[in-house]
Structures are given as structure tokens and as C-alpha cells.
């Protein structure tokens, strides 16, 4: 019984750096070739009193602008009014994390209580090893998740934006009129 629980601590220690594999920035310089077409979702605050966030996917990057698909509307923000930027890296937080955690240790504290029970009757703590093994990953993986899953640019950096935008070389010539009306904000 003692050997089933220190499996489920040696096995969930070892799956804690597995979930949260290529978390920082610096290990991820480019958006990953299988992220798809669309460009991450960005949230762009700008400054004035008056200037509302604009909330999107990022399509494009210039030096002096950001193009962002918001409810169907291409809008054009200066870069010159945007005070920070913030991008989402993945969907994949801290909570979905735990909750993932807390469920693999749930399901594999059962399977090895099953197993458990076909060789010996004393196994009631696999399945509470199991779990506390899982709350364990899952929580260090969520402390991971919820700092990887946004990159946050304080100025707005063209050359570091970019990466993440639909069109990283920018806007192609067309593609406002094709994608929605073009604007300025609200």
C-alpha cells in the first residue's frame, strides 16, 4: 500500500514539468507554426480619459499602428495612444489546469485502487494519494499556466507584437475591406 501511494508522488511529481512545458516567453520566441491562422487575442488599452480598450484578434502590425478584428470590425489603433498591450498565449489557465490536475488524479487514483483491490484489501488511501497528488500538480501547474497564458507589452512594441498577429508582416493590401468596415475605435 505504502509502494502505490509513493508511485502516485513520483509519477505526478514527474508530470507537473510535462504540463507545463514551454511556458516562458523565452523558450517561445514565435508563435508555434500549428497555432493556426487567426491571429492571437489581444487587448489593447490606450490612453485618454475617453479612449476605451479595444478587444480583438491581433491582425497586423505596422510602426505606427495595430489592426484589430473586434465584433467584425477592422479597427485601426495608433500605436502612438496605446499605453500597454496584452496577448493571449493560450487558452490553456490556471484554473483549467487544476481542474485537469485534480481530474487525472481523481481518475488514476481509481484505476489504482482497482488494481489495488485485485491484489490486497488494504488499499483505501490510493485513492486519497491519487488526489492529493493531483491538487499538487494541478496547482503547479496552474501557478505556471496563469503567467504563460498572457505576454503582456508595456509600451506596445511593434516587433514583438507582430509575431502574434494574423498577418505578421502587415496588412495586406485588401484585407480591411474583405474582413469588416474599417474604423478608428471607440
Known amino acids: ?63 505606427d499602428t495595430l489592426w484589430v478584428l473586434e465584433h467584425d470590425q477592422v479597427i485601426s489603433v495608433p500605436l502612438s495612444g496605446v499605453t500597454s498591450a496584452s496577448v493571449q498565449r493560450h487558452g490553456m489557465t490556471a484554473m483549467k489546469g487544476l481542474i485537469w490536475g485534480v481530474g487525472v488524479g481523481v481518475a488514476s487514483g481509481a484505476g489504482l485502487m482497482a488494481a489495488c483491490n485485485s491484489v490486497s484489501e488494504d488499499c483505501g488511501s490510493v485513492m486519497t494519494g491519487a488526489a492529493i497528488g493531483g491538487v499538487i500538480v494541478g496547482g503547479l501547474s496552474a501557478i505556471s499556466l496563469s503567467e504563460s497564458s498572457r505576454v503582456q507589452f508595456k509600451p506596445a512594441i511593434p516587433d514583438s507584437l507582430a509575431r502574434f498577429a494574423r498577418f505578421p508582416q502587415g496588412m495586406p493590401p485588401g484585407v480591411v475591406e474583405l474582413l469588416g468596415h474599417p474604423g478608428t475605435g471607440p
Not at 505526478?12 to 514565435?30: D, I, K, N, R
Not at 487575442?41 to 491582425?59: F, H, I, Y
Open 1 to 63: 500500500m505504502r509502494s502505490c501511494s509513493l508511485m502516485v508522488f513520483v509519477l505526478s511529481f514527474f508530470a507537473a514539468p510535462l504540463l507545463a512545458q514551454g511556458t516562458t516567453p523565452e523558450l517561445v520566441p514565435y508563435a508555434s507554426p500549428d497555432a493556426g491562422v487567426r491571429g492571437r487575442m489581444v487587448d489593447v488599452r490606450r490612453s485618454g480619459k475617453q479612449a476605451k480598450p479595444v478587444k480583438g484578434e491581433l491582425l497586423a502590425v505596422s510602426t
